[in-house]
């Protein structure tokens, strides 16, 4: 099964986000079998609108509206050919520890935890994968992203996305 992975996309009312992705980022979501938002879509019409792109998997963030609050749920939990992947908005990272990321992985029972707020990509290795694809349009310090998982034969199998204008590069990882 393949996988999209965004967050923090923070599209404000009247604002398309179709419109502010690179094609090539919209083709790979349309080609995936799942996207994933973990949350700060801002609007529901931001929602509705990655929608239209395939069947869609999302939980709120701390920027949404009351709408999307009581809409979507705060965690979420997707099982995946026995991989079970937790889906958050704001998880306990501090800047050099993921002690507390790992605990909520185990207190959810995932085996991948992906978590938003953070606007830059992350993928750290334990006993858990963390993952956070940064954020496609709203980036910050870091260049726009997103992530690619394969799930297949209990193997991830990840990229992360970077785009710059309607150009994406790739930084590949995996988990067994």
């Known amino acids: 099964m393949n996988l999209i992975i965004l967050s923090d996309t923070h599209i404000k009312q009247g604002q398309s986000l179709i419109s502010r ?42 920027t949404d509206s009351l709408e999307l609050i009581k ?55 334990s006993e858990v994968l963390l993952l956070s694809p940064g954020s496609a349009t709203v980036p910050g310090i870091a260049e726009p992203s997103a992530m690619w998982l394969e799930i297949k034969n209990k193997t991830i199998t990840g990229k992360i996305i970077r785009c710059k204008d309607n150009f994406c590069t790739y930084f590949e990882f995996e988990k067994r």
């Open 21 to 62: 992705l690179p094609e090539e980022l919209i083709s790979i979501i349309r080609s995936s079998d799942l996207i994933i938002h973990a949350g700060d879509f801002e609007t529901l019409a931001c929602y509705k609108e990655l929608e239209t792109l395939g069947k869609l998997a999302a939980v709120h963030g701390d």
């Open 71 to 125: 809409f979507l749920p705060e965690r979420k939990v997707i099982k995946i050919e026995e991989i079970n992947v937790g889906v958050i908005h704001n998880g306990q990272l501090t800047s050099e520890n993921t002690d507390g990321l790992r605990y909520l992985a185990k207190e959810m029972g995932v085996d991948v935890l992906i978590f938003g707020h953070f606007h830059h990509p992350i993928a750290h290795k």
